[in-house]
């Protein structure tokens, strides 16, 4: 995938602040379409990256209990606002022999948050990439996110959350999804 094409992106900004009516040669707005540049290309770096470098190494283990990391934090970038939405990602599977190290699941939360989502989406593809690289169904994903589309715009709504699930396989399952949503102490 191509990195971000920074002259045109700065021109696009640039443009942009014309047409809402600014003054993009004042001294405060000088530098922002180069700023602003650099920003997206921080948001959208998942674009450019290969998700299989973050999952090719799995390990052989005996061990078929519930693995769960929580707390997982991204940002990512709603494709029909442009604006941020921030949150927290909770992973689990139960292991059909096969275990990644635990931090490869931070990067690959990162690595689908870092470009145009929805969150819905978003909760999917991790749990779909996780299912193939450990060879089992038995993922689940709990997303909790703070949208600034919805925040600081149309409803302006501040303190709402929005919140995704994917379950797989055993997750499915009544008692399995609820000890999963027991270690992330919600009801739901
Ligand atoms: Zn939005």
């Given at each position: 995938?191509?990195?971000?094409?920074?002259?045109?992106?700065?021109?696009?900004?640039?443009?942009?602040?014309?047409?809402?009516?600014?003054?993009?040669?004042?001294?405060?707005?000088?530098?922002?379409?180069?700023?602003?540049?650099?920003?997206?290309?921080?948001?959208?770096?998942?674009?450019?990256?290969?998700?299989?470098?973050?999952?090719?190494?799995?390990?052989?283990?005996?061990?078929?209990?519930?693995?769960?990391?929580?707390?997982?934090?991204?940002?990512?970038?709603?494709?029909?606002?442009?604006?941020?939405?921030?949150?927290?990602?909770?992973?689990?599977?139960?292991?059909?022999?096969?275990?990644?190290?635990?931090?490869?699941?931070?990067?690959?939360?990162?690595y689908f948050s870092k470009r145009p989502q929805v969150q819905e989406r978003l909760t999917m593809q991790i749990g779909k990439a996780l299912q193939t690289v450990l060879q089992t169904q038995d993922v689940a994903v709990f997303m909790d996110a703070k949208h600034l589309c919805v925040a600081s715009r149309g409803v302006k709504d501040d303190s709402s959350n929005t919140i995704t699930g994917?379950?797989?396989?055993?997750?499915?399952?009544?008692?399995?999804?609820?000890?999963?949503?027991?270690?992330?102490?919600?009801?739901?």
């Open positions: 995938m191509p990195e971000i094409d920074a002259k045109r992106a700065e021109a696009a900004v640039r443009e942009l602040l014309i047409a809402v009516g600014e003054d993009p040669d004042r001294e405060g707005l000088l530098d922002t379409p180069s700023r602003v540049t650099r920003m997206w290309s921080e948001l959208l770096s998942g674009m450019s990256d290969d998700p299989s470098r973050h999952l090719e190494r799995t390990f052989e283990i005996d061990h078929d209990e519930m693995v769960m990391v929580r707390d997982i934090e991204f940002t990512s970038m709603c494709e029909h606002h442009m604006l941020p939405f921030i949150g927290k990602a909770h992973v689990a599977y139960i292991s059909s022999g096969k275990v990644i190290g635990l931090s490869k699941l931070n990067r690959l939360v990162e994917f379950y797989g396989g055993k997750f499915q399952e009544e008692n399995t999804k609820a000890e999963f949503l027991k270690y992330l102490d919600i009801n739901a």
